[in-house]
């Protein structure tokens, strides 16, 4: 099975040194965005230094994919702004197309207007092919927080059940309304948040319906699921030059985006930055594999997405070039290691996480890997260079080999604990 997917910019780095519980294998991505830029004719674009505008080729595929459509994609014909329709997102499997996602309204407000209406093919909305509608809500507050980075919160809000009328085709049709409402003035620290007055501190909600043995879903902001109307779109290019000029405003504002490698950061003390990058992609990984264990759709949190963990990577990158007098190649693979060692640590034992001697192995493991200093738990220093050198280079036949490794690395980790244990 092959899929292919056109879908939103996710403009959050993941920490370097962490495992990418993103995109589902075998499933490629292409972005959607909104405004800036745009030609009416639909022409290709060219830049004034004369470079041909890529998302040109992508408009004309989005154009034969639509056209290939056995199904009508239903779109706003009412109740949200009609000049930012676009084409958001869309997903084909074994050459068919399975879903369409089209958008209304004001996507660079996280007040809104803005609404989304996802069609799916009869037969692509069997029971697990679609989202939860929390999922739904969640996605469209990560759009926010990529798009925008307007961080509405991981929590939920104020949750309720609601059952709202929606026109389709002119005629009142019911639906169950999840509606997830974030308050920050009901936060304690809102104040010292300045969260009071935040944008987008309105309900986003979600609902699904059946229109002629089709499945819809719909997920709106600032806009009540009552004073929407929807009908099968009429007009495909205004979405279409919508997704394109939605691209452009994207590239636009990540074109004023200056790279954390070529920033100016304050200089980290001692040891400082390696911890911070240790504890960040530890905690990464904890939230996804906490997830994962709930049956939930993995999700990294906002608040760990960002900047926040690229620029504790830079600093950890500078402070490792500078104390273990590396190049930045070599550094970012020490660095690299350190926190993959530290990461597997986590998730095998118990122990290194919230406890005295994790701390003092997270101690060993950086001075090791910074001044290659003699340290107690040097055998499972070493235990990890050779796993982790295998598991670069494809070294031995596989599976066995590895799990062999892996078990030489946490029997010396044992060791150690039992010797500190002793003395």
Do not use: K
Request: contains cysteine; proline residues 5%; charged residues 30%.
């Amino acid at each position: 099975m092959t899929r292919q997917v056109g879908a939103r910019i996710v403009s959050g780095r993941r920490c370097e040194g962490s495992e990418d519980m993103g995109v589902r294998r075998g499933m490629t991505r292409e972005s959607g965005g909104r405004q800036d830029g745009l030609r009416g004719d639909g022409a290709r674009w060219v830049d004034p230094c004369g470079r041909e505008d890529r998302f040109a080729d992508q408009e004309e595929f989005s154009r034969r994919t639509l056209a290939a459509a056995d199904f009508p994609v239903y779109g706003v014909v009412r109740g949200a702004d009609p000049d930012g329709d676009a084409l958001a997102a869309f997903e084909t499997c074994d050459g068919w197309l399975s879903w369409v996602e089209v958008c209304s309204g004001d996507w660079t407000s996280a007040d809104g207007p803005y609404v989304t209406v996802r069609t799916y093919r009869p037969g692509a909305d069997r029971p697990g092919a679609l989202p939860e509608l929390e999922d739904v809500v969640e996605d469209e507050r990560d759009r926010v927080y990529e798009q925008l980075g307007v961080d509405e919160g991981d929590c939920p809000g104020r949750v309720r059940a609601l059952r709202e009328w929606i026109t389709v085709d002119g005629e009142p049709c019911a639906v169950e309304v999840h509606e997830d409402l974030r308050d920050f003035w009901d936060r304690p620290d809102a104040p010292l948040l300045g969260l009071g007055s935040a944008p987008g501190a309105g309900p986003v909600w979600a609902g699904r319906l059946r229109v002629d043995g089709l499945t819809v879903t719909v997920c709106g902001r600032g806009v009540a699921p009552g004073s929407l109307e929807l009908a099968p779109i009429a007009d495909v290019e205004r979405h279409l030059r919508g997704r394109t000029a939605l691209l452009r405003g994207l590239a636009a504002r990540r074109a004023r985006y200056v790279p954390v490698e070529e920033r100016e950061l304050a200089p980290a003390a001692g040891l400082e930055a390696h911890r911070a990058v240790i504890e960040h992609c530890i905690a990464e990984s904890a939230a996804i594999e906490a997830q994962v264990r709930a049956g939930r759709t993995p999700r990294l949190p906002r608040g760990l997405r960002g900047e926040t963990g690229a620029l504790r990577w830079e600093a950890a990158v500078r402070q490792q070039m500078r104390l273990g007098s590396e190049g930045r190649e070599e550094a970012v693979a020490a660095v690299t290691a350190m926190v993959n060692h530290l990461n597997r640590l986590s998730r095998q034992t118990q122990w290194v996480v919230g406890t005295a001697e994790g701390v003092a192995a997270i101690e060993e493991v950086i001075r090791y890997t910074v001044f290659a200093s003699e340290v107690a738990s040097l055998p499972a220093q070493r235990a990890w260079e050779q796993l982790w050198r295998d598991r670069a280079g494809g070294a031995g036949d596989g599976w066995e080999e590895q799990r062999l490794g892996e078990q030489l690395w946490l029997a010396a980790w044992e060791q150690w604990r039992e010797a500190r244990a002793g003395r």
